[in-house]
């Protein structure tokens, strides 16, 4: 597939196991995360949101967790599905800006 | 009943050659972006426009030109094109000139250049 050849970091998991992907952010002023999953030939795609008032929010089988004193961010999948297979990005808006930064990626795969 | 759509989804053209990629969305969104996609999977933001108002330049050569017609459109031109500018280009749209909203993405467009 199109993650070959590809250095991100990857996460295998079995099906119906739950799977955490972490991202590290930059910078300390940012107040709004988001991730997106993008699946080969496609866009990136809308996931959940988090600002940074909150450090937890929940949507149907996905939850991210925000830590602003370590600058981490991560996105826990209930019960993996082999359509969650992608890679998934996080990204952060620095300073109440104008921009999303994105993360590099990560790979999951999830095996049947 | 596609929410942000771009032509072509596939672009191959010769080394030097002027080319056009169009954007679309029936969001109501009032902003809209162009990322670069390179092939290590790696996103950056190009340009952004609010009300059809250039508000992001990220430091790109001059020979890509981004118009918006209306809020609704932004495309982007890209002239004398490089072996560098091969890469997907991605269009996106959101509420708010902040990016403190969901950005929608489209497919994207695979430009490869010979």
């Known amino acids: 597939g199109e993650s070959v050849g590809l250095h991100l970091p990857t996460l295998s998991v079995q099906e119906g196991d739950n799977s955490i992907i972490n991202c590290a952010y930059s910078?300390?002023?940012?107040?709004?995360f988001i991730w997106y999953k993008q699946e080969s030939g496609k866009g990136p795609q809308f996931i959940i949101d988090?600002?940074?008032?909150?450090d937890k929010r929940q949507g149907q089988r996905v939850t991210v967790l925000l830590n602003k004193t370590v600058k981490h961010l991560s996105l826990q999948i209930a019960a993996t599905q082999p359509g969650d297979s992608a890679v998934y990005f996080c990204?952060?808006?620095?300073?109440?800006?104008?921009?999303?930064?994105f993360g590099a990626g990560t790979i999951l795969r999830v095996k049947s | 009943d596609t929410a942000v759509s771009q032509t072509p989804k596939y672009l191959v053209t010769q080394m030097g050659n002027d080319k056009s990629i169009k954007c679309e969305q029936n969001?109501?969104?009032?902003?809209m972006y162009w990322y670069k996609q390179d092939s290590k999977k790696f996103l950056k933001i190009m340009f952004s426009?609010?009300?059809?108002?250039?508000?992001i330049n990220e430091t790109v050569p001059n020979r890509f030109s981004p118009k918006s017609p209306d809020k609704a459109h932004l495309n982007l031109h890209i002239n004398s094109l490089e072996l560098g500018d091969s890469a997907v280009y991605f269009c996106?749209?959101?509420?708010?000139?902040?990016?403190?909203?969901?950005?929608?993405f489209g497919d994207g467009t695979r430009l490869s250049i010979l």
């Open positions: 996106a749209s959101s509420q708010g000139g902040r990016a403190s909203q969901p950005q929608h």
């Open positions: 910078n300390s002023a940012s107040d709004y």
């Open positions: 988090i600002r940074s008032n909150m």
């Open positions: 990204a952060e808006n620095p300073l109440n800006g104008n921009k999303l930064v």
């Open positions: 969001l109501g969104h009032d902003t």
């Open positions: 426009y609010n009300n059809k108002e250039l508000i």
